[in-house]
């Protein structure tokens, strides 16, 4: 059984700062590569960030590209998704996502093991 477990949503004002974390519990193959996604109530889920399990290579959506940042700890198994210059219009669930693969690495489709989300509001 697979388990992806999201943590450090919350309340924050525009252009403060907050980190992910997800913690992906399963077999190895589950970890390969990792997305993390959002969902703003009434919109479809959208790509972030992706990374793959060396860390070698990472994707961004363009609406977060140079302003977010993704990176790992697989002695944690576990990856974080470091949010800067935060926009109200960055207010969405986060969720992340285990087993993907690259060539879709920002397309919710192309994974397997989804974490629950953690809620993330940026207010003006």
């Known amino acids: 059984q697979v388990h992806v477990v999201e943590s450090g949503g919350g309340s924050v004002q525009a252009g403060g700062s907050l980190r992910l974390s997800c913690a992906v519990a399963g077999y190895t193959h589950a970890s390969n590569n990792v997305g993390w996604f959002r969902q703003a109530p009434g919109k479809e889920r959208e790509g972030v960030a992706a990374i793959t399990i060396g860390a070698t290579e990472t994707k961004y959506g363009s609406s977060v590209k140079g302003r977010f940042a993704i990176s790992r700890d697989n002695s944690k198994n576990t990856v974080y998704l470091q949010m800067n210059s935060l926009r109200p219009e960055d207010t969405a669930m986060y969720y992340c996502?285990?087993?993907?693969?690259?060539?879709?690495?920002?397309?919710?489709?192309?994974?397997?093991?989804w974490g629950q989300g953690t809620q993330v509001t940026v207010s003006l």
């Open positions: 996502a285990a087993g993907g693969s690259w060539s879709s690495a920002l397309l919710p489709s192309g994974y397997l093991y």
